[in-house]
């Protein structure tokens, strides 16, 4: 289950499922609980033994989507 706390001006929500911690801020509560579903939803296809769709990724999109999730993830 996500927990979305206030922090500043800021909404940080925190998914921990099944041995895995996720964390990101945001500017609004809803933008927050959106992404707690949404990375939920994708914690529980994992563990299913479900896989997200590799088809079509490349490295440089990997590492850019990386370098996206580090850099909102900062504080």
Excluded: H
């Excluded at 996720?22 to 509560?29: D, E, L, P, V, W």
């Excluded at 914690?43 to 440089?60: E, I, N």
């Amino acid at each position: 289950m996500a927990s979305i706390t206030k922090r500043g001006k800021k909404y940080r929500a925190l998914v921990r499922k099944k041995g895995v911690t996720r964390c990101k801020a945001f500017q609004t509560k809803s933008a927050a609980r959106t992404w707690a579903t949404r990375i939920e939803a994708e914690l529980d296809q994992a563990s299913t033994g479900s896989r997200l769709p590799v088809k079509g990724w490349t490295m440089a999109s990997l590492i850019d989507r990386y370098v996206d999730d580090v850099k909102l993830n900062s504080y």
